[in-house]
Nanobody, 125 residues
Framework: VQLQASGGGLVQAGGSLRLSCAAS????????MGWFRQAPGKEREFVAA???????YYTNSVKGRFTISRDGARNMVYLQMNTLKPEDTAVYYC????????????????????WGRGTLVTVSS
């Protein structure tokens, strides 16, 4: 599977963006999909993940604002980001891991073996 993230950009605080991750190659439906982000000078952190069907996980800081979803027919994963804050500014990466992760593992970057190039999200105050 190859992953390509897109949809980043510059937005004012309170605004919205939708990130997309296109998966190509093997059947991506067998993978657990996640979004991570890395802000300047900080470590990469977990944002959201989705298993097969509707099982989703979010980091506390984005709960109620971000929504992760997947479209199996199009091999796409999305991250709808609403009510954006300056602290959401980061490079966002999509990643894939084999299905069957525990909730704790689903939030751990080392569990994801496939990564796409990031897309930059900048939120101005």
């Amino acid at each position: 599977v190859q992953l390509q993230a897109s949809g980043g950009g510059l937005v004012q605080a309170g605004g919205s963006l939708r990130l997309s991750c296109a998966a190509s190659g093997r059947t991506y439906s067998q993978y657990h999909m996640g979004w991570f982000r890395q802000a300047p000078g900080k470590e990469r952190e977990f944002v959201a993940a989705i298993g097969w069907s509707t099982i989703t996980y979010y980091t506390n800081s984005v709960k109620g604002r971000f929504t992760i979803s997947r479209d199996g027919a199009r091999n796409m994963v999305y991250l709808q980001m609403n009510t954006l804050k300056p602290e959401d500014t980061a490079v966002y990466y999509c990643a894939a891991a084999p299905l069957g992760l525990t909730p704790a593992h689903a939030m751990e970057a080392p569990m994801y073996g496939l990564w796409g190039r990031g897309t930059l999200v900048t939120v101005s105050s």
